[in-house]
């Protein structure tokens, strides 16, 4: 055997050998979710902007993805990776006044859920942990819920007291 295959990988092969796995990495991090249909068809939903006034009566603003037709409401509970529930929030609107459970087909990151009646007042916040098939309703007939991910709703400061700011029916 010789003295250079004594020695194993030459420093400059191990840094190229690190190199590639970070470039791998980077580009499967950038296009996590592309494919994902749940997630395509969520970032197809319009945009919005949702106004909240919190319990201490301050004013939220949230940017949300907004769910008011039957194929969009169905969108948002297919349950997206935690990924692409990072700084996303969705804005379900019902055309009349729910009870219902709902559920997720395959919630992947843990979330919260905002249930709203029809004046805009909260009724209801619930964590809902990664797997979770159980349905959720609060006692109330609710027309408005707001999902994000874990923790975000308490961030802005959407606790009991809080309500959505109801500018257009």
Do not use: C, W
Not at 3 to 11: C, D, N, Q, R
Not at 51 to 61: I, K, P, R
Not at 112 to 140: H, I, K, W
């Amino acid at each position: 055997m010789s003295a250079e295959a004594k020695k194993g990988l030459s420093p400059k092969v191990i840094i190229v050998g690190v190199a590639v796995v970070v470039v791998v990495a980077i580009v499967l991090f950038m296009t996590v979710g592309r494919g994902d249909p749940a997630v395509r068809a969520v970032m197809e939903l319009p945009e919005m902007v949702v106004t909240l006034e919190t319990a201490d009566g301050d004013e939220v603003q949230i940017d949300v993805r907004h769910a008011a037709t039957p194929d969009g409401r169905t969108a948002a509970f297919r349950g997206l990776p935690a990924e692409a529930m990072e700084d996303l929030f969705l804005y379900l609107v019902f055309p009349f006044e729910a009870t219902a459970a709902r559920s997720f087909e395959n919630l992947r990151t843990d979330v919260d859920m905002a249930f709203f009646d029809r004046e805009g007042e909260l009724l209801q916040v619930f964590n809902v942990s990664s797997g979770s098939t159980d349905g959720y309703r609060p006692d109330d007939r609710y027309q408005y819920i707001l999902i994000a991910k874990s923790g975000a709703l308490a961030d802005k400061g959407i606790e009991e007291g809080s309500s959505l700011v109801l500018t257009v029916r």
